[in-house]
C-alpha cells in the first residue's frame, strides 16, 4: 500500500481525474447520445434495471449484481443479452460492463416503477 507522498500524489490526481471528467460530461453526452437513448429505452422505468446498470463496471459478476440490485436471476440475464445486442456492453457480460460512460445520476428526473 502506498504511503506519505503517493498518496497525496493519488488523492490529487483522482481529484484532477473527476473535474476533468465533469468537465467533458457534456461533450461525452452527445458523443454516446444515440447509445444513451438506447440504454434509457432498454431499462425503462425498472427501478430494478437501473440499479444494475450502475453496477456494471466490469468488477462485478452477474451474481453480485443480481444481489445488490434486486434483480431476479432470469431478468438479469435477459437484460444483460438486450444491452449486449445494442452494442452496450464490452466484454463477454459474465461480468457485465457498459461500453459507455454513464453518470451517475443519468436516472434521476426520470418517473420510475417497480419492475
Do not use: C, H, W, Y
Request: charged share 35%; hydrophobic share 40%.
Amino acid at each position: 500500500m502506498p504511503e506519505g507522498p503517493v498518496v497525496d500524489i493519488l488523492s490529487a490526481v483522482r481529484e484532477i481525474r473527476d473535474l476533468v471528467r465533469l468537465l467533458a460530461e457534456p461533450a461525452v453526452a452527445e458523443r454516446d447520445r444515440k447509445l444513451r437513448d438506447e440504454l434509457r429505452r432498454i431499462v425503462r422505468n425498472s427501478v430494478a434495471k437501473r440499479k444494475a446498470v450502475l453496477l456494471m463496471d466490469g468488477s462485478r459478476t452477474q451474481r453480485a449484481i443480481r444481489r445488490e440490485a434486486g434483480i431476479d436471476a432470469g431478468q438479469l440475464s435477459t437484460f444483460v443479452k438486450e444491452l449486449n445486442s445494442a452494442n452496450l456492453l464490452s466484454g463477454d457480460g459474465k461480468e457485465p460492463k457498459l461500453s459507455i460512460s454513464i453518470p451517475a445520476k443519468f436516472f434521476e428526473n426520470e418517473s420510475t416503477n417497480e419492475r
